[in-house]
């Protein structure tokens, strides 16, 4: 099979298995074949870029159903396509196996899940975009050349420093047409995800949730104060809201309510709660969230 038999949509599943690193079968036909009511067409497309090597499954012992990586013919055929050499996709050894360690491969794919949802949001509506996702896994190298997440990131608070590396950051954009015809900035926003799967501590203020909340609660003082450890994100975007946003995605609703309930008990000001956003992996269609305060029933939208 020659890769000239291969239509605009193999092409878009390569690419999209290189943007998201590994891909379940059912997410695949999310991105691709939403609007086919029978799933052949999606089974059949993956098993035509198996065929071809440019895509390899893989099982998990946690996860029902195939998973998809990029390989290094795969790789190779991507670069060849955007003109550029293998090296500017900044592909590590690693991305192009299967993964050592499967304990983490569920939360994996349900920060997919809910980057596939706002990405989807955002296609179908003229007025949002989401110009920049940086999953936790991307990497710079450091002064002794060893790679670090870019999203890793080490604050003081009165406990002494620590440090969080979110499962993504995205900006947000929402626009709309001024009188003139002119587009105009309406509540961008930098947004930091949390994925929840209900396994984590809720009452440990070192472990868990109430160990990322304190991180960006000190990250937000910091902002606040114009010393912003994210400032390089925000030059993505212009007019962004001064202040990021954190957006927390449970898994289920019963662990949703349970959070809000826990950390406004647990909040000597929950004033603080308002950055940050949380709903649930079924809701997230909907477009809008809560705040972490239970005593607040506002929406906050996304888009």
Not at 250 to 257: T, W
Request: hydrophobic residues 35%; contains cysteine.
């Amino acid at each position: 099979m020659r890769f000239d038999t291969l239509s605009e949509r193999d092409f878009g599943i390569v690419g999209d298995v290189y943007r998201y690193r590994y891909l379940s079968t059912s997410q695949v036909q999310r991105l691709r074949f939403a609007e086919r009511a029978s799933q052949t067409p999606g089974y059949r497309a993956l098993a035509r870029l198996t065929r071809l090597k440019l895509i390899a499954p893989f099982t998990v012992p946690n996860v029902p159903e195939r998973i998809y990586r990029l390989t290094d013919r795969g790789a190779g055929f991507l670069a060849d396509e955007r003109g550029v050499e293998v090296s500017s996709l900044r592909l590590h050894t690693a991305r192009r196996k299967p993964p050592r360690f499967y304990h983490f491969m569920r939360h994996f794919l349900g920060v997919g899940d809910v980057r596939i949802e706002i990405e989807r949001a955002a296609e179908k509506r003229a007025d949002v975009s989401v110009p920049l996702w940086i999953p936790e896994y991307a990497s710079r190298q450091d002064t002794s050349g060893r790679p670090v997440s870019l999203l890793q990131t080490t604050v003081q608070t009165a406990q002494g420093p620590l440090s969080h590396t979110p499962d993504a950051a995205f900006i947000l954009e929402t626009n709309q047409s001024s009188e003139s015809g002119e587009r105009e900035e309406r509540g961008s926003a930098l947004f930091f995800l949390e994925y929840d799967r209900g396994t984590e501590s809720l009452t440990n203020p070192d472990k868990g949730v109430l160990r990322f909340v304190r991180f960006y609660e000190a990250a937000l003082q910091l902002t606040a104060e114009g010393y912003g450890p994210y400032d390089a994100l925000r030059s993505h975007s212009a007019a962004l809201r001064p202040l990021f946003r954190v957006l927390v995605v449970c898994e289920s609703k019963k662990r949703l309510a349970s959070m809000r309930a826990r950390l406004t008990a647990s909040q000597s000001k929950t004033d603080r709660l308002r950055f940050f956003w949380v709903i649930s992996l079924q809701d997230l269609a909907q477009g809008y969230a809560r705040t972490l305060d239970k005593n607040s029933n506002d929406r906050m939208y996304l888009f």
